[in-house]
């Protein structure tokens, strides 16, 4: 079956840097990468989603590349603000999704 | 309805009690998933539903969890003797269908058992 791993596991950054948290697939089957944000006590909230047709994705502050060759995905946030401040999960899917184990990210004032 | 519903949204039962957990999903969505989350890892795969079938539950992680689905839209997650590592929230998910990438996620059920 399908395995995603996802670093870092915490990520910390002062308010205006960028963050980037990298993931890699192991079944070259799965043709859908999205990205979840998720607060403490919430459900899991999509921010942005790729397809293996696609190598880049771009929206506002947010992009996500993907090297399907590589078999790794890559989510990037700009500027960062703490609201941006949670817990986010990368996973890949053909039929079904399968996560990461998630970054804690935290963005300092 | 608007969204994917969940309930109840917390549960507390005692140990070897039997419980079921309710989803019900967007109308016409014909692709329906269970996941479980423990505290600090990402969703774990249980279960998923293409209309009244199970497709694939490789996740179920024993014969104490059965789920149904057998109109094609509500299903409910059902645990046998629950134990206290079945503790976690249990996440479900719709989507249209077949080459429909959509998935929506309920705000869970929180269940522990004491």
């Known amino acids: 079956g399908e395995n995603v791993e996802q670093h870092p596991s915490t990520l910390s950054v002062q308010e205006g840097d960028s963050a980037v948290i990298k993931c890699t697939y192991s079944d070259s089957a799965s043709n859908y990468f999205p990205w979840y944000k998720q607060e403490l006590g919430k459900r899991p909230q999509l921010i942005i989603d790729?397809?293996?047709?696609?190598g880049e994705k771009k929206d506002q502050r947010i992009a996500v590349t993907l090297n399907k060759t590589a078999k790794h995905f890559s989510l990037h946030i700009t500027e960062t603000q703490p609201e941006d401040s949670a817990v986010y999960f990368c996973a890949a899917s053909n039929y079904k999704l399968t996560f990461g184990k998630g970054t804690l990210l935290t963005v300092n004032p | 309805g608007a969204g994917v519903s969940q309930t109840p949204s917390n549960k507390v039962t005692e140990k070897g009690k039997y419980v079921e957990l309710r989803c019900d999903p967007i109308s016409g969505h014909t692709a329906l998933y269970w996941y479980r989350q423990s505290l600090g890892q990402g969703p774990e795969f249980l279960i998923y539903f293409q209309g009244t079938g199970a497709a694939d539950d490789s996740g179920l992680p024993n014969d104490r969890f059965f789920a149904v689905r057998p109109e094609g839209s509500v299903s409910t997650l059902k645990i046998q003797r629950t134990e206290r590592g079945d503790s976690a929230v249990y996440l479900c998910?719709?989507?249209?269908?077949?080459?429909?990438?959509?998935?929506?996620f309920g705000s869970g059920t929180r269940l522990t058992v004491v």
């Open positions: 998910a719709s989507r249209p269908g077949t080459g429909d990438f959509g998935y929506t």
């Open positions: 790729i397809r293996s047709n696609v």
